[in-house]
């Protein structure tokens, strides 16, 4: 494997099945299986009490699952950032109900309290 060859990173929106609630949660990340399995053991260890963690947990407590939509692929970190804070932008401004703890990208990009 070419170490310099491009390597894709997908940002992907979460959201319950069943739910009305919409899109839940933004991210991004180089395999989407991974770390889909690390978002429900994480939001299953009780002492993770962030908002995404609390809400993945109360659809996994319901009998719900998550479904993951791939919203784009990209080929440089500084990309995914950037279209991660776009639909985190495009998201919050249509009014979903979104549980990301920052406006995204990498680093605390306007934390919430």
Same mark, same amino acid.
């Given at each position: ?8 990173? @997908? ?7 069943? =739910? ?14 991974? &770390?889909?399995? /690390? ?5 299953? !260890? ?7 963690? &609390?809400?993945? &947990? ?19 970190? /500084? ?5 991660? &804070?776009?639909?985190?932008?495009? @998201? ?7 549980? !990301?703890?920052?406006? =995204? ?9």
């Amino acid at each position: 494997m070419d170490p310099d060859a491009p390597t894709a990173i @997908f940002v992907y929106a979460l959201m319950a099945i069943p =739910g009305a609630d919409g899109i839940r949660y933004v991210g991004k990340t180089k395999n989407v299986a991974a &770390r889909m399995k /690390q978002h429900i053991k994480e939001a299953m !260890n009780p002492a993770s009490v962030t908002y995404k963690c &609390r809400w993945i &947990r109360s659809v996994v407590s319901s009998g719900g699952e998550l479904l993951c939509l791939t919203m784009g692929e990209v080929s440089t970190n /500084q990309g995914a950032n950037r279209l991660e &804070r776009q639909l985190i932008d495009v @998201f919050g401004a249509a009014g979903q109900p979104l549980t !990301n703890g920052t406006a =995204g990208g990498d680093g605390l990009v306007n934390p919430s309290p």
